[in-house]
């Protein structure tokens, strides 16, 4: 009973006094070593699966960082320059084509769809008269910044406000520009005597202040003040701040003067712009002279094409690609020449806090300057081909040697200032921008055909100019460069596609060629219909041309 007892009968709990002594192995202690030593037995095993699922892991995601970054490393369509292997590849197609005679002879005049009852007259007197003028209220002194047609553009404003004021406008100052860096005075540039006389009974204008005048302020002019007048400022602006003091003061200066004059003005306003621009600016003598013969000499070599040629302005200078911020195929070289140009000439503008230089951004939006190479392969899909005459307007071209090779390869009749005028013609000008710029403007407006690549002044004068004399319709190029850049960035395009897209660039040119000027617009690039004329004859529907 007792050995049962002893057996059956679980024993009392042991004293907190007896579990602290006790040192023997409880079973609950037995099976923690067992999943102890079973753990140490797993371990190597997790330890390999886990190496193994690092190493997938640590691949898979290099691999999809690999994918991402590539994926943002791509280059958006049209943002690098690939112009030079897409010539590579249609050029074979290019060398072959060659229209027959009959073709290339009417190709000037197919390209254009000028309208007979769409005709213009120059008319730029229409709406200023020839009266007796009444006392000058003083003496207007404007400082024309910038490069030739800039100039161009405060002078014509210039004797607006003039008119506008009755003041007397003394012939305008040319300051010395950082970027042109030409030393001309309106003299070596215009007709000095020509301006005055033909806008005698217009606008009084002066080659300089009189002595009373002048001694009133210590015979110095930068003590006249200078009125700091708002860019576009109103009509009414002028007749309420600076009519005032001109005649408190007998003079008042405003320097700058660029685009200070707003677009929209009263119509006898817009007169004297219009007849400053087309009736009384011309080139000075020496200018004039050789211009003439520099473009009686691009008739004479393009007789193949009746005596028409194609003038390109051109505008890929070491400033305007520096200015543009676009990159070429120059590499590192071509980086680093840039930035020394624009330091040069800006000073720290692009180096300034928060200023991002985008190369790729600026070429898809269209604002990066064309090549020689771009130029001459836009031409020849439109259908000029290599028996086509063409002139460049230009500075002197970036790396010109690399650059124009493939221009003068597609078209071998290519003429330039140096090439059309000797040496000893052009030493006088050499060194004066602004006058090498006006030999030409006058060269491209005689031609057949205007091209223009990037913009600016120039084309913006020239285009007008050529509407002023061309019946209203300029045939200019004016390319759509979102549209090339794309076109420019496909290596694999068929000629024959290439050719249809040019092509039809052209067309869209021509519809814009006659534009007429819209509200806000400027009458120096649309002078119709402010500067010209239209009648129409009821009866037949065409335009009869009277003497306004």
Known sequence: MHGYSRLRTPPPPPSRHHRRKNT???SKTIS????RRGFL?????LYILGMFLYISFSFNFHHFLTINNNLHSHHPPGSIYRTPQLFHNLWPFMDSYTANATIHGNKFMKAWNLKEHQRWKPCAKRSI???ELPESNGFLIIEANGGLNQQRLSICDAVAVAGLLNATLVIPIFHLNSVWRDSSKFGHIFDEEFFIQTLGNHVRVVKGLPDDILLRFDNNISNIVNL????????TYYIQKVLPQLLEMGAVRIAPFSNRLAQQVPSKVQGLRCFANFGALRFSEPIRTLAESMVDRMVKHSIQSGGKYVSVHLRFEEDMVAFSCCEYDGGEEEKHEMDIARERSWRGKFRRRHRIIRPGA???DGRCPLTPLEVGMMLRGMGFDNKTTVYVAAGKIYKEEKYMAPLKQMFPLLHTKETLATREELA????????LAALDYTVCLHSEVFVTTQGGNFPHFLMGHRRYMYGGHAKTVKPDKRKLVLLFDNPNIRWEVFKRQMQEMLQHSDEKGSEVKKAGGSLYNFPMPDCMCKQVDSKTGNVTLSNI
């Open 24 to 26: 023997g192995v409880s």
């Open 32 to 35: 923690s070593i067992f999943r």
């Open 41 to 45: 037995l797993l371990a190597p095993l």
């Open 129 to 131: 008269r020839e009266t």
């Open 228 to 235: 700091r007048v708002k860019a576009w400022s109103s009509p």
């Open 362 to 364: 600026n070429r898809v």
């Open 428 to 435: 006088r000008f050499m060194g004066h921008s602004s006058r």
